[in-house]
């Protein structure tokens, strides 16, 4: 299939690539319009061309935009050596590297699926209809509308990683369980959860005659991934730190400050653990029904199946432990990057319940009911959710607002911004940084340092983690103590200099 010339290939698939192309078009205008629109974050998209940045010029990273105000090694807060791989198309692509890499991933994830259900059911006429069921999901939508991440990529590396194990292509299994561990660090974990599952899906009956062949391969490579996931944590990240790392464990603190104590806190207290599922963890009324949420919209959009397979809610384990049993509501519900797990495993479980049924005409009639749920359920929570911290400026591209930046002038903002000079220390707020990253220092405001440009935008975007009310304050704090003078205060634009006898 892949070996077709380009001609024969895009006749034989002409409407699959058509879907493709639409969702291509429909995920730049969330993405892209929003990098444009100076609607991506210091944390974290800020933070990823920073150190691709970095990397592209032959330097070790140092996590600058820390809100602590160290600097730890890039790898110590988010180990994810696959950013190196990034480093060619920076050259090309530059600040919009990583959001035309993360929608070409999605893409890329959603032909794996169509390939497993043509492998699965290779006479099903209907097989396109799962790119739309997949390239629909909420998940995406919300992760799109969220700058960059690397357990997106991850994401969409799996269905490829389950098509070449049903190939029983082991070479490319490999070759892609390896992508997958360089994404981040607590991918390997949900990697050993999902080759339980791929043991489970054969059913008990086949583990118990054939248990000697799994314990060859598909166990071999559930420890590895343990192993990997244990050893980056507890081991390779602390050494990097040299303790002035974010400590990824510490949003689970009401279970433990280690992996060991988390896994022996839900053991002790399993009841207590089953009820964080459910309910929230906090006493903030606005934390209320977050979590009900996100288990709504899973069943809606297809997670029905994973009852009906069991084996792949296997696979989604880990993913619902690190989402409900954190203390930061922000992970809980739909929102964010959080949930981009859930949209190839759930897909996976649709397919296997496909490939199981007798009938063509009850596999299209599931298919499509499934798919108009995916997409009714996404355009709905698009107007309203419950999700702490949602936009709808950010996510629904039905939307005007969307496509402008309100009373910002853009055009004044970056032609100012580009006059800052390359490389040397500034200090941004947030909706900057993604934009100004070229430099070693890189600093989220109000951290300052040796920084010697200040670069502000006042009242238009996001002032985090500063109240808007108390911007002013620090700037004229800036100006009276530090000797910063205005460079420009125009447009809701704010660009101090620090003089170069304060230097």
Same mark, same amino acid.
């Given at each position: 299939?892949?070996?077709?010339?380009?001609?024969?290939?895009?006749?034989?698939?002409?409407?699959?690539?058509?879907?493709?192309?639409?969702?291509?078009?429909? /995920?730049?205008?969330?993405?892209?319009?929003?990098?444009?629109?100076?609607?991506?974050?210091?944390?974290?998209?800020?933070?990823?061309?920073?150190?691709?940045?970095?990397?592209?010029?032959?330097?070790?990273? /140092?996590?600058?935009?820390?809100?602590?105000?160290?600097?730890?090694? /890039? %790898?110590?807060?988010?180990?994810?050596?696959?950013?190196?791989?990034?480093?060619?198309?920076?050259?090309?692509?530059?600040?919009?590297?990583?959001?035309?890499?993360?929608?070409?991933?999605?893409?890329?994830?959603?032909?794996?699926?169509?390939?497993?259900?043509?492998?699965?059911?290779?006479?099903?006429?209907?097989?396109?209809?799962?790119?739309?069921?997949?390239?629909?999901?909420?998940?995406?939508?919300?992760?799109?509308?969220?700058?960059?991440?690397?357990?997106?990529?991850?994401?969409?590396?799996?269905?490829?990683?389950?098509?070449?194990?049903?190939?029983?292509?082991?070479?490319?299994?490999? %070759?892609?369980?390896?992508?997958?561990?360089?994404?981040?660090?607590?991918?390997?974990?949900?990697?050993?959860?999902? %080759?339980?599952?791929?043991?489970?899906?054969?059913?008990?009956?086949?583990?118990?005659?054939?248990?000697?062949?799994?314990?060859?391969?598909?166990?071999?490579?559930?420890?590895?991934?343990?192993?990997?996931? $244990?050893?980056?944590?507890?081991?390779?990240?602390?050494?990097?730190?040299?303790?002035?790392?974010?400590?990824?464990?510490?949003?689970?603190?009401?279970?433990?400050?280690?992996?060991?104590?988390?896994?022996?806190?839900?053991?002790?207290?399993?009841?207590?653990?089953?009820?964080?599922?459910?309910?929230?963890?906090?006493?903030?009324?606005?934390?209320?029904?977050?979590?009900?949420?996100?288990?709504?919209?899973?069943?809606?959009?297809?997670?029905?199946?994973? %009852?009906?397979?069991?084996? /792949?809610?296997?696979?989604?384990?880990?993913?619902?432990?690190?989402?409900?049993?954190?203390?930061?509501?922000?992970?809980?519900?739909?929102?964010?990057?959080?949930?981009?797990?859930?949209?190839?495993?759930?897909?996976?479980?649709?397919?296997?319940?496909?490939?199981?049924?007798?009938?063509?005409?009850?596999?299209?009639?599931?298919?499509?009911?499934?798919?108009?749920?995916?997409?009714?359920?996404?355009?709905?929570?698009?107007?309203?959710?419950?999700?702490?911290?949602?936009?709808?400026?950010?996510?629904?591209?039905?939307?005007?607002?969307? $496509?402008?930046?309100?009373?910002?002038?853009?055009?004044?903002?970056?032609?100012?911004?580009?006059?800052?000079?390359?490389?040397?220390?500034?200090?941004?707020?947030?909706?900057?940084?993604?934009?100004?990253?070229?430099?070693?220092?890189?600093?989220?405001?109000?951290?300052?340092?040796?920084?010697?440009?200040?670069?502000?935008?006042?009242?238009?975007?996001?002032?985090?983690?500063?109240?808007?009310?108390?911007?002013?304050?620090?700037?004229?704090?800036?100006?009276?103590?530090?000797?910063?003078?205005?460079?420009?205060?125009?447009?809701?634009?704010?660009?101090?200099?620090?003089?170069?006898?304060?230097?």
């Amino acid at each position: 299939m892949i070996l077709q010339k380009p001609g024969n290939f895009l006749k034989r698939y002409r409407t699959e690539m058509l879907i493709l192309l639409f969702f291509f078009i429909l /995920y730049s205008a969330i993405s892209l319009v929003n990098h444009y629109n100076l609607r991506t974050a210091a944390l974290d998209l800020g933070m990823f061309n920073h150190a691709l940045y970095s990397f592209a010029h032959g330097k070790m990273n /140092y996590f600058t935009l820390d809100l602590s105000g160290n600097s730890p090694n /890039y %790898f110590a807060d988010h180990f994810s050596p696959i950013t190196l791989l990034y480093v060619p198309f920076y050259y090309i692509f530059g600040s919009w590297t990583l959001l035309i890499i993360q929608i070409v991933s999605i893409l890329f994830g959603a032909w794996g699926c169509y390939l497993i259900l043509k492998l699965k059911i290779p006479h099903f006429k209907y097989a396109k209809i799962i790119l739309i069921f997949f390239l629909f999901q909420w998940g995406i939508i919300s992760a799109l509308a969220f700058d960059f991440h690397n357990n997106v990529v991850a994401a969409m590396l799996v269905p490829w990683l389950i098509y070449y194990y049903l190939k029983d292509e082991r070479w490319k299994v490999l %070759f892609f369980l390896g992508l997958i561990l360089i994404t981040k660090e607590n991918v390997a974990l949900w990697m050993s959860f999902v %080759f339980l599952g791929l043991i489970l899906s054969k059913g008990f009956k086949e583990l118990k005659n054939n248990y000697k062949n799994y314990l060859k391969w598909e166990v071999p490579l559930l420890l590895i991934c343990f192993l990997y996931f $244990y050893l980056v944590v507890s081991v390779v990240m602390p050494y990097l730190s040299q303790g002035q790392a974010v400590n990824q464990i510490a949003r689970f603190g009401q279970l433990g400050d280690s992996v060991g104590e988390i896994i022996i806190s839900m053991l002790k207290h399993p009841i207590d653990t089953i009820k964080m599922f459910f309910a929230s963890n906090s006493k903030d009324p606005v934390s209320f029904g977050i979590k009900m949420e996100l288990h709504r919209v899973v069943l809606i959009s297809g997670g029905f199946a994973l %009852f009906l397979r069991p084996a /792949y809610l296997v696979m989604l384990i880990p993913i619902y432990l690190q989402k409900l049993l954190s203390d930061n509501m922000a992970m809980w519900g739909i929102n964010g990057q959080y949930s981009i797990e859930f949209t190839p495993i759930i897909t996976l479980a649709m397919i296997d319940l496909l490939s199981r049924m007798n009938e063509d005409k009850w596999r299209k009639i599931l298919l499509y009911f499934s798919t108009f749920f995916v997409i009714a359920i996404s355009f709905i929570t698009l107007r309203e959710r419950k999700s702490f911290w949602y936009d709808y400026t950010v996510h629904d591209f039905t939307r005007k607002a969307h $496509y402008t930046s309100g009373d910002l002038d853009l055009k004044f903002v970056y032609q100012e911004i580009n006059k800052i000079p390359d490389k040397v220390p500034i200090s941004v707020t947030s909706c900057l940084a993604p934009h100004l990253f070229k430099r070693d220092k890189l600093y989220h405001f109000p951290i300052i340092k040796d920084a010697e440009y200040v670069v502000l935008i006042k009242t238009l975007r996001s002032t985090y983690p500063i109240p808007s009310e108390d911007l002013e304050k620090h700037i004229d704090q800036l100006k009276q103590n530090d000797g910063f003078k205005v460079v420009v205060d125009k447009n809701d634009l704010l660009i101090l200099k620090r003089p170069s006898n304060k230097q």
